[in-house]
Nanobody, 123 residues
Framework: QVQLVESGGGLVQAGGSLRLSCAAS????????IGWFRQAPGKERDFVAAISWGGGSTYYADSVKGRFTISRDNAKNTVYLQMNSLKREDTAVYYC????????????????WGQGTQVTVSS
């Protein structure tokens, strides 16, 4: 069993920054992929970024490249999503997800999900 808890969401003006955290417990993540997804009202759940826990390879959606950075702290079993230059279209509920395999961008392939954290960008 893997438990994931997101935090760090909130209200920010366009151009501002937020850092989301995804804290994992219950299992080690040396062989896991951790992904970030987001879902806006009335929209599908979209891939944002992913990281391979053991190898450290990172992957990004085109819409966030150059603005968002995914990173990990293995000692804390935590993955971060640093979001800079936020736009109104970034407004969504952000979810972290985990899988034992290198899954990357397909949300249907992830076995474990957090509860989500709301990010609202005004302007």
């Amino acid at each position: 069993q893997v438990q994931l808890v997101e935090s760090g969401g909130g209200l920010v003006q366009a151009g501002g920054s937020l850092r989301l955290s995804c804290a994992a417990s219950g299992r080690t993540f040396s062989a896991y992929t951790i992904g970030w997804f987001r879902q806006a009202p009335g929209k599908e759940r979209d891939f944002v970024a992913a990281i391979s826990w053991g190898g450290g390879s990172t992957y990004y959606a085109d819409s966030v490249k150059g603005r968002f950075t995914i990173s990990r702290d293995n000692a804390k079993n935590t993955v971060y999503l640093q979001m800079n230059s936020l736009k109104r279209e970034d407004t969504a509920v952000y979810y972290c997800a985990a899988d034992h395999r290198l899954v990357i961008s397909d949300p249907t392939k992830y076995d474990y999900w957090g509860q989500g954290t709301q990010v609202t960008v005004s302007s």
